[in-house]
């Protein structure tokens, strides 16, 4: 069973380009949370999606972000107009429904996004 | 969320016994206490969970007084592979009622020397 697929590992972008984060989550996982961490600080909350529905986006910045988990593929977390503050690494992390375990997340091996 | 507080960092020497201590003075009756390990580069790993007396698997235990107001994770015979940021989280079934979020703080680093 393979875990929390992210994908890229790292991307580079220039100031004002968008960058898409994927995430596959683990194989019967039909929650995906991601979150962002800036160096030498604690991972922080960003979304919470379950397939076609957004659930808590709370962590989430206002403008230039979004996210999406659609019936079919993976998540994807969109930055546009990416600016320098944007540079951190951000982690996906699945789980099954609340209730159904131990609710234990997951965490793929995330994505350094880098801008330039 | 219970907020939680834990030293920033901690050194021990291979085969040594590290304790990591966690404070929680606002935990909630239906809070669980979890702890994550995170390897540089890498994203969390979830280590153990527990929500009272004491809890042990594998690669750790997990000591909860009666209050519930702190909790120790212990890691026995730790060996340089152990070097890692550990954090404490608090919460419904370890993260948030509504959604499961998990809030983390800053963590431990542990540096385990030879």
């Known amino acids: 069973n393979a875990g929390v697929m992210q994908n890229p590992r790292h991307l580079v972008r220039r100031r004002g380009q968008e960058a898409r984060l994927r995430c596959s989550p683990m194989k019967g996982h039909s929650h995906v949370y991601w979150y962002r961490q800036l160096p030498e600080e604690g991972l922080k909350f960003m979304v919470y999606?379950?397939?076609?529905?957004?659930?808590?986006e709370s962590g989430m910045p206002k403008e230039r972000f979004s996210a999406e988990f659609p019936k079919e593929g993976p998540s994807i977390l969109r930055i546009q107009q990416v600016v320098r503050g944007d540079s951190a690494a951000y982690f996906c992390a699945s789980s099954q429904p609340l209730g159904a375990g131990d609710n234990e997340q997951f965490f793929g091996p995330g994505t350094r996004l880098t801008v330039l | 969320l219970a907020k939680t507080t834990q030293p920033i960092s901690m050194d021990s020497y291979e085969g040594q016994e590290v304790n990591i201590t966690c404070s929680h003075n606002n935990i909630a009756t239906n809070d669980y206490i979890t702890w994550y390990q995170q390897f540089p580069s890498q994203g969390p790993r979830f280590i153990i969970q527990?929500?009272?007396t004491k809890v042990t698997n594998e690669v750790a235990s997990l000591f909860i007084p009666a209050d519930r107001k702190s909790s120790t994770l212990s890691l026995p015979r730790v060996s340089l592979s152990d070097t890692a940021v550990y954090y404490c989280?608090?919460?419904?079934?370890?993260?948030?009622?509504?959604?499961?979020?998990?809030?983390f703080g800053q963590g431990t680093t542990l540096q385990v020397k030879p």
């Open positions: 527990g929500y009272k």
């Open positions: 999606l379950q397939k076609e529905n957004i659930i808590d």
């Open positions: 989280l608090v919460g419904f079934l370890g993260g948030s009622s509504n959604t499961g979020k998990l809030i």
